[in-house]
């Protein structure tokens, strides 16, 4: 699996943390923890301070994917795509 781009869906936010990410979906005042790690960075487009896209990065340590962590993001990320909190952007 290569590296993906995700956008977040309407109303929602999103924080970087140490553990991973903090979403935060305004329409329904629910909170999502991703225990991600680094494999999902926000990233900001359109010089704006609020990240508007996630890209997902299943590579390992080393730089080397890893399938037992593509494994585990593709469920993260179906999970959020599910929940309405980001969308597929490929």
Known sequence: MTAMKYRL??????RKEDWGL???AQGESK???A???NRLQPLSSGGTSQPDFLC???ADGTG???KAIEHSVQKLITYLVERG???NES
């Open 85 to 87: 909190i980001i969308v």
């Open 22 to 24: 903090l979403f935060y």
């Open 31 to 33: 909170i999502y923890f």
């Open 64 to 66: 080397n994917p890893s």
């Open 35 to 37: 225990k991600s790690g």
């Open 56 to 58: 997902c990065d299943e």
């Open 9 to 14: 869906a309407r109303g929602v936010q999103v």
